[in-house]
């Protein structure tokens, strides 16, 4: 069934990655441009995913004012900025989205 | 269903005393993942995980954020090997927590140090790495460490439940734009990471790209953006260091 192999598969990469190094218990050295790279994954990956989200919603490109996830999002981003706190940032950008989406019918 | 000391001992042994310091010094950071998990569980049907699915997922792969862009990229008809891959890339982050911890945990038996792998997540990462920082006594600490694990994970199955829960009572849930509150709580944990310019480039070349290549089959446009991202930030970064020019500010 497809969402054992899914679920399996998620299991052995994500408990490999967080179990190889315990389990040779510090054997490895990774080069130092490894490390740096590393630090640019969560991330750059996480924006990958947002992007497309945010500014396609329906598929199709939409940079307006009038898209709500997209503005939402800058919102989001000046919350976070300002206060630093995950959660605010999440209520905020929620609430900002259902305002201008079922507030304003946008 | 508290279990108490299993071999007799006395409830104030240390290990005892380690384990709920664990679980408590944890508890702030349910708080934050709590959400998350809810929002997992209401995501998982409308975006075609079951639901026996989305708790097995919380159960055995136990990785919030790629628990999330799995159920992206299924709804968006990518293919289990692209996920499979996404989940790699997105979770390899922990490689550099267990280099970090590794000095800590040498002295474990591997049934342990398996168990601790497992249990490796941000916020364990953070509450054990305090741990470590304040005490070096290593007898029990990997007690806090199970005590972290422990809170973590119970919270985040026991939350995807509730999330399965609400989004059958509430089935129009889905048209809540909690699609977008999985974009929202990405961007909360992505700007605290844009403190350096390479970093900030790296992730607006990604974004960019990402829907630039949008159309690409398998959603293999992701994983292109986010190792374009990556070497042109690394690029910048090796660049800088190389020049050793103090950082323009403006």
């Known amino acids: 069934m497809n969402e054992t192999f899914l679920i399996g598969g998620m299991f052995a990469v994500t408990f490999s990655v967080r179990y190889i190094l315990f389990a040779m218990a510090g ?67 929620m609430l900002t989205f259902a305002g201008l989406r079922f507030g304003l019918g946008m | 269903m508290s279990s108490q000391c299993p071999r007799g001992e006395q409830s104030q042994s240390p290990r005892h005393t380690e384990f709920f310091a664990g679980a408590s010094a944890t508890v702030p950071l349910l708080v934050g993942a709590a959400p998350f998990g809810i929002i997992f569980g209401t995501l998982a049907e409308p975006n075609g995980l079951s639901a026996l699915g989305a708790i097995a997922m919380s159960l055995i792969v136990f990785a919030g954020a790629s628990q999330f862009i799995a159920l992206g990229l299924l709804a968006a008809g990518a293919s289990i090997p692209i996920i499979i891959a996404t989940t790699f890339i997105v979770n390899f982050r922990h490689i550099l927590y267990s280099a970090n911890l590794v000095a800590k945990v040498r002295h474990l038996p591997h049934h342990w140090r398996a168990l601790m792998a497992f249990g490796l997540t941000d916020e364990t990462f953070a509450a054990v790495n305090n741990r470590y920082q304040a005490q070096g006594n290593l007898q029990q600490a990997h007690w806090f460490y199970l005590g972290s694990f422990l809170a973590m994970y119970s919270n985040w199955v026991f939350c995807t439940y509730i999330g399965l829960t609400l989004g059958n009572i509430f089935p129009q849930m889905q048209n809540w734009g909690l699609d977008f509150a999985m974009s929202v709580t990405f961007l909360g944990m992505v700007v605290p990471y844009l403190k350096t310019r390479p970093m900030l480039v790296a992730v607006l070349v990604a974004a960019v790209l990402a829907v630039v290549s949008h159309d690409l089959p398998h959603k293999l446009g992701l994983l292109l953006s986010a190792f374009s991202g990556i070497a042109v930030g690394l690029s910048l970064m090796m660049l800088g260091n190389r020049n050793n020019k103090p950082q323009v500010s403006q």
């Open chain 1, 27 to 93: 054997k490895v050295k990774f080069p130092p441009w490894l490390n740096r790279a590393l630090e640019f994954v969560p991330p750059v990956v996480l924006m990958a995913i947002i992007a497309p989200n945010v500014t396609m919603p329906k598929g199709e490109l939409w940079l307006s004012p009038l898209n709500p996830w997209l503005i939402a999002s800058v919102i989001a981003v000046i919350t976070a900025l300002i206060r630093k706190d995950l959660l605010t940032t999440i209520v905020v950008g």
